[in-house]
């Protein structure tokens, strides 16, 4: 998988400010940090979501241990 480093991202942000000019660069940044924080919210709530259905599953499965022993 390729890194992105310094050099790559300076070269990303010197054509943003001459495609958008130094006036809209800022509000650009704003929308994709709100962007990513988004995306980072959905993410985290769907894998506490899939811990969640992984904790359940083993309550289950123990339960059904503890019947059987019962029995």
Known sequence: ???????EILI???IAIVVL???DFPLM?????SWIGTAKRYI??????VSNID????K???IKKDNKKDE
């Open 12 to 14: 990303v942000v010197a």
């Open 21 to 23: 000019g130094p006036k």
């Open 44 to 49: 985290n709530d769907i894998q506490n979501e």
């Open 29 to 33: 940044l704003k929308k994709a940090g």
């Open 55 to 58: 904790i359940d599953d083993e």
């Open 1 to 7: 998988m390729p890194t992105i480093g310094w050099f």
């Open 60 to 62: 289950i499965n123990e």
